[in-house]
């Protein structure tokens, strides 16, 4: 069975970086597409950013500038790095993957992003 695993969340204070990473525990699977998404209390699931396996990236424009979507340094993961965070970016934040051969999509259960002013 597959899952996906966010990891490197955290509480930073206003202005720090964080990077967060995305993998599978269990079985892993082809990285295609891959999103990042955030939901922050009372509001609903907003996309971040996106990698195309052509390697074709968007942003929202909330975080286009301060934030970068990356395969991982290991095969089959991704990143996102944050840099100047800011407290409206407090938020659980959720990676997508679709599967290369399949087209399957799969989720994660999320990291929680704390930003302090």
């Known amino acids: 069975q597959v899952q996906l695993v966010e990891s490197g969340g955290g509480l930073v204070q206003a202005g720090d970086s964080l990077r967060l990473s995305c993998a599978t525990s269990?079985?892993?699977?082809?990285?295609?597409?891959i999103a990042w998404y955030r939901q922050a209390p009372g509001k609903e699931r907003e996309l971040l950013a996106a990698?195309?396996?052509?390697?074709?990236?968007y942003y929202s424009p909330s975080v286009k500038g301060r934030f970068t979507v990356s395969r991982g340094n290991v095969k089959n993961t991704a990143a996102l790095q944050m840099n100047d965070l800011k407290p409206g970016d407090t938020a659980v934040y959720y990676c997508?993957?679709?599967?290369?051969?399949?087209?399957?999509?799969?989720w994660g259960k999320g990291t929680l992003v704390a930003v302090a002013s």
């Open positions: 997508n993957v679709e599967e290369c051969d399949s087209g399957e999509d799969y």
């Open positions: 269990g079985d892993t699977i082809c990285f295609s597409n």
């Open positions: 990698l195309a396996s052509n390697n074709y990236t």
